[in-house]
């Protein structure tokens, strides 16, 4: 099933429970959460208290993305803050199985995030052990920006990865996603769809119907 998880990075802030509450109403399957520290990625976004505090907001999955260093030191919290879902950077992980297995004594479920520069056969001992694999399809760290055309390829080539494997690992993808190419993404094999400027703007509940109108096209 395809599924829809709007980026909070590109809320208004000032409103933020009223935003997710928006989302929520108009029918998205997943709140995608940004964490940044200022060191894995230039920019700063909010913390866990703030998690925490937006949880009571929605009842959706809480999906929540560590671009941070080391990101072992925050599983624990992100878990008590509220998240359904913790992806890690393999790039920022030293020991990336072991980082998983403290994602999943959390009782939480596990993904694994690449940037666009990084090969898929990082994921070669470690697919088996993740139930989502999230391809940036933009650099990390802004929003915004345009979606990098070779990343189809790349999303193309994990859906034959995890076929080939009988595997049952979603497709998340990030970054530049519009009604123009969201199309393309999902018929290259992605099943979770995050979008942030092209959802938080103007508004937002017609946004997420046009992109609700789209998905059902691939349902």
Do not use: W
Request: glycine share 6%.
């Amino acid at each position: 099933m395809i599924k829809l998880a709007p980026s909070i990075l590109a809320a208004d802030f000032a409103n933020l429970g009223a935003e997710i509450e928006k989302i929520d109403k108009a029918g998205a399957e997943y709140v995608h959460i940004d964490v940044m520290d200022g060191l894995f990625v230039p920019s700063l976004s909010l913390g866990f208290p703030v998690i925490k505090s937006i949880r009571k907001y929605s009842n959706r999955v809480f999906d929540v993305h560590l671009m941070v260093e080391n990101p072992d030191r925050y599983i624990d919290e992100t878990a008590q803050a509220g998240a359904d879902i913790i992806t890690v950077h393999v790039e920022a992980c030293k020991h990336i199985h072991r980082t998983i297995q403290k994602i999943k004594e959390a009782g939480k479920k596990a993904g694994v995030v690449l940037n666009p520069g990084t090969p898929l056969e990082t994921l070669e001992y470690i697919l088996e052990d993740v139930d989502m694999v999230l391809l940036m399809t933009v650099n990390p760290g802004f929003g915004g920006q345009k979606y990098i055309e070779t990343m189809t390829t790349k999303i193309t080539n994990l859906r034959k990865m995890i076929e080939e494997r009988k595997l049952t690992v979603n497709i998340e993808v990030d970054g530049g996603i519009k009604l123009d190419n969201l199309s393309k993404v999902i018929e290259a094999g992605a099943n979770i769809i995050v979008a942030g400027s092209s959802i938080f703007n103007e508004d937002t509940a017609k946004n997420i119907h046009n992109f609700k109108e789209v998905i059902k096209r691939y349902s």
